[in-house]
């Protein structure tokens, strides 16, 4: 069986930026790998996007750090880099950002746009109530 292939979006511009990096964390610590090939993607405070080169697999009970070096990252400067890296190899998106782009429905419509199923509410649901 194929393993889905998850893109757990964290970090990002807002004020809460620490706090998507922990749940992002966990998130992708949580995730069986059995069932899921799980790519980290951290979004810097500046708006720079890192994604990881290849998927994260958990060694010798190591857990993910978002700002550890172990991590080998493309980084990109624009949004839509990024998500052109991340269409062709991501079956879903698990945005865990927070506050402003996180929640607003930016980040939503930019997934959409790029064709990247993703979890949680739609972009207009996102930008009335500000909520994933």
């Known amino acids: 069986m194929d393993r889905i292939r998850v893109a757990v979006l964290m ?6 930026h620490d706090v998507s990096l922990r749940g992002g964390s966990n998130v992708v610590d949580a995730l069986d790998r059995r069932r899921y090939e799980v790519r980290p993607v ?33 980084e990109h400067e624009h949004a839509w880099l990024a998500l052109g890296d991340l269409a062709g190899r991501t079956d879903v998106a698990l945005p865990i950002l927070h506050g402003r782009f996180g929640e607003d ?7 959409a746009t790029a064709g990247i199923r993703f979890a949680g509410s739609g972009v207009r649901g996102s930008a009335l109530a500000i909520d994933k």
């Open 11 to 16: 970090g990002g511009p807002s004020s809460e």
């Open 42 to 74: 951290v979004v810097t405070r500046e708006g720079r996007w890192k994604v990881a080169l290849k998927p994260f697999e958990p060694k010798g009970g190591r857990r993910f750090d978002p700002l550890g070096s172990d991590v080998p990252w493309r």
């Open 105 to 111: 429905g930016t980040l939503q419509a930019c997934l």
